[in-house]
Nanobody, 119 residues
Framework: QVQVVESGGGLVQAGGSLRLSCVVF????????MAWYHQAPGKQRELVARMISGGSTNYADSVKGRFTVSGDNAKTTLHLQMNNLKPEDTGVYYC?????????????WGQGTQVTVSS
């Protein structure tokens, strides 16, 4: 059974930094991509950053220049280095891993880790 486990959230002042980590257990796949999503209070979950299996990365405009994603090219591990944090970065951060099989799409989510940025 595949499990996605996030860690590294916490409380930080505006301008501070946090590093989130995600590890996928129980999978022998190389995912199409692994990604971080952010869900602010009362809002929908949104893509923050992702790493594609070849190693390329994508970022939401709101985090470009502040956040950096790294990992092992969508195999088991994904990190998110968050610098110059802002109050609007507050919310739950979820790790996501997705792979397309021959007939199905397999998508896995972690339980989320809370990030709170105080002003």
């Amino acid at each position: 059974q595949v499990q996605v486990v996030e860690s590294g959230g916490g409380l930080v002042q505006a301008g501070g930094s946090l590093r989130l980590s995600c590890v996928v257990f129980g999978s022998t796949l190389t995912f199409d991509y692994m990604a971080w999503y952010h869900q602010a209070p009362g809002k929908q979950r949104e893509l923050v950053a992702r790493m594609i299996s070849g190693g390329s990365t994508n970022y939401a405009d709101s985090v470009k220049g502040r956040f950096t994603v790294s990992g092992d090219n969508a195999k088991t591990t994904l990190h998110l280095q968050m610098n110059n944090l802002k109050p609007e970065d507050t919310g739950v951060y979820y790790c996501n891993a997705k792979v397309s099989g021959l007939y199905d799409v397999y998508e896995y989510w972690g339980q989320g880790t809370q990030v709170t940025v105080s002003s």
